[in-house]
């Protein structure tokens, strides 16, 4: 290409790339790290796999059979003799280095070897990390009582967003329906079926979307009256509106039964749940319990990553997830601009916390990697966090290179399985991280055609990006499912998997408008870069903004990018009708409320930092205006890291 130079190297690896067949995996002799793998048959050749006043009782009512232990809160006196927060009873452990039991096998790996080879992991050397409890500073007074709440409860027709609750679930402690000013058309009560502690109606749509409870919930755990009504608020109410897919819904199948193990899972848990129903029933005493779990919580995470404990690595990673959340929700109480947010130290943290837990080191072949279901769904959580962060923060290597590889464990079908932590499928996760690296090595050497060589390749496999759930196979095209799942059509011709599906496909649309703005350097204006926005745009159209349908599961990160690049005209009105509605009808806490003004403050500069230029295509990539970087040094500056999860 005019004006790139081809290195040795880069032809070298053309070469290979363009000629090689599937490479054979190196035998191991004795005592001998392995240095790479391949699949026979596999395409990873190329590309590497690689609270009202509060009395005791609580706002509503629920049915229980059975009676729980007591346990006495008052007046800042403590549980259990636990004493409340600024007691030396859990003490502060100073925090070490951890070591990684594996390393890759490449002591120094080049660049291509990075994207095309998912290194097996070994014992031969290990990694030093730096550990720090990042939720300390925020632990004294979590949620204080300055602090107004932003929601207005609407217990007559339920509440229908990120969080689920059935009409008529909500009592006072009288056992009046408590009214507020804020109201939605009312369910049908008629025919209910009473779950345990949920009234619902047949006629509800929530009602197939919330879960069953046990029926002694509790009991076991060793929790107050109080405490177990938060679990089940945290079950039905939060677990319900987190993914449609119930199969891999993280926060309720592999988080919350870590509960009956883990005081660590169960504080933060509490906490959660407090902070929750804390915005709908303002109370001091809730308030106060809602700090003394989180206070509780984070001076257990300090003691747990000061004593690593292999058998209790998937409960600390888990309770990261669930201080990520309360960092997410409660975005007042975020740090300042200037300063790396809570939330995404913690996922870094919870990702290096992987790292040295992954099991592939006692493997020949990460395919046949067996982990369990909460290694799974803490590698999702963790990793959405952390690399849905990248696209809108400076470039840094060291933060992409052989980064998530735990990701693709296991078979190549299973990487292309939609996750409902996440709302897409660990493969195209990781295709994410590799994006992003790719523009952070462009960046550093701008002459590589190998890095355009790559990224090209990419996009080709973008191309039908076939992705499958446990509601479905997925669709052969993008056209077939636009087909399918028409827009404007009533909630009730749409179903959870056509919904799925949809989502997917607006992450697939979003990383090609990624890859051709940041890697490429194409203007906004640019035809390949247009076509991606309509193909993003008609996956959002269809996405729904309340109701049974609507769920942590929608792609945030790309209807923000709709938003953000916008050039024509219904691409931003598309953004706006979503965001619009969302915060009109959520009633709940969410990531969406602060990122709605953020992104119309960005549009009244962004088309000056962005300088589109129509003669940029015929340049050189590494020539072309690095636009997207001085836009992501804008937001910084003036907005802070964005939380897009």
């Given at each position: ?23 054979k ?49 008052s ?65 004294d ?24 609750l ?31 502690g ?100 984070t001076?257990?995470?300090g ?139 462009l ?18 496999r ?136 953020a992104l ?34 804008e ?11």
């Amino acid at each position: 290409m005019p004006g790139n130079s081809l290195s040795a190297l880069d032809l070298l690896w053309l070469m290979a790339s363009l000629t090689a067949g599937p490479r054979k995996r190196l035998k191991q002799s004795h005592g001998e790290p392995l240095h790479s793998y391949d699949r026979t048959g596999d395409d990873t050749s190329l590309i590497g796999e690689q609270d009202n006043d509060w009395s005791g009782g609580f706002p509503w009512t629920y049915e229980s059979n059975t009676s729980f232990n007591s346990q006495t809160w008052s007046n800042g006196e403590g549980f259990n003799g636990i004493s409340s927060p600024g007691s030396a009873l859990i003490p502060e452990v100073a925090s070490p280095s951890w070591s990684s039991p594996c390393q890759y096998a490449y002591s120094s790996p080049t660049f291509d070897q990075q994207l095309f080879v998912k290194s097996v992991m070994t014992e031969a050397s290990r990694l030093q990390h730096s550990v720090r409890n990042p939720f300390l500073d925020n632990s004294d007074n979590h949620l204080p009582a300055e602090l107004s709440t932003t929601t207005t409860l609407t217990p007559k027709a339920g509440i229908n967003s990120y969080i689920k609750l059935p009409a008529g679930s909500i009592k006072s402690r009288d056992g009046d329906t408590v009214e507020t000013t804020r109201s939605t058309p009312a369910l049908s009560h008629e025919n209910r079926i009473r779950y345990t502690g949920i009234a619902l109606s047949k006629t509800s749509p929530i009602a197939s979307v919330v879960y069953r409870l046990p029926k002694y919930l509790g009991q076991a755990w060793n929790m107050d009256s109080v405490e177990v009504k938060l679990m089940q608020f945290y079950i039905i109410g939060f677990c319900s509106g987190r993914t449609l897919l119930i199969r891999t819904n993280s926060w309720q199948k592999d988080v919350a039964p870590m509960v009956s193990d883990s005081e660590l899972v169960r504080s933060t848990l509490l906490a959660l749940a407090c902070t929750y129903v804390h915005e709908y029933f303002p109370s001091e005493k809730l308030r106060r319990r809602a700090n003394y779990y989180y206070w509780k919580g984070t001076k257990l995470l300090g003691r747990a990553l000061a004593n690593p404990d292999a058998d209790k690595a998937d409960c600390v990673v888990s309770a990261i997830a669930v201080f990520n959340m309360h960092d997410v929700v409660l975005h007042e109480r975020r740090r300042p601009k200037s300063q790396t947010p809570r939330w995404l130290e913690g996922a870094l943290l919870g990702s290096d916390l992987l790292d040295n837990s992954d099991p592939a080191c006692r493997y020949n072949n990460p395919s046949n990697v067996q982990v369990n279901a909460a290694w799974v769904s803490n590698a999702t959580l963790i990793a959405r966090a952390a690399i849905f962060a990248q696209p809108l923060t400076g470039l840094d290597e060291s933060k992409t290179a052989n980064k998530f590889l735990w990701l693709l464990h296991g078979d190549k079908h299973e990487e292309r399985r939609i996750h409902g932590a996440s709302g897409l499928s660990p493969k195209l996760l990781h295709m994410w991280n590799q994006a992003t690296h790719l523009c952070a090595r462009l960046e550093k050497d701008p002459t590589s055609i190998s890095h355009q060589f790559i990224a090209k390749t990419l996009l080709d496999r973008l191309e039908n990006f076939h992705q499958w759930s446990e509601l479905s196979e997925g669709h052969a095209s993008l056209s077939a499912l636009l087909e399918a799942c028409p827009v404007g059509s009533a909630s009730t011709d749409n179903s959870a998997a056509r919904i799925t599906d949809i989502g997917a496909q607006a992450w697939v649309a979003a990383l090609k408008v990624y890859l051709h703005c940041r890697f490429y350097r194409l203007p906004r204006h640019n035809m390949h870069v247009l076509l991606a926005m309509s193909q993003l745009q008609q996956c959002v159209e269809r996405m729904p903004t309340t109701g049974t349908l609507f769920t942590a599961q929608i792609p945030l990160l790309p209807i923000f990018m709709l938003g953000l690049l916008s050039v024509e005209p219904g691409h931003r009105q598309t953004a706006t009708r979503w965001f619009e509605n969302v915060l009109e009808t959520s009633n709940c806490r969410s990531s969406v409320i602060p990122l709605w003004p953020a992104l119309r403050r960005i549009w009244s500069w962004i088309d000056k930092v962005a300088g589109d230029s129509a003669g940029d295509a015929a340049r050189p990539v590494g020539d072309r205006n690095a636009w997207w970087e001085r836009m992501v040094k804008e937001v910084e500056d003036t907005e802070g890291t964005l939380c897009l999860i």
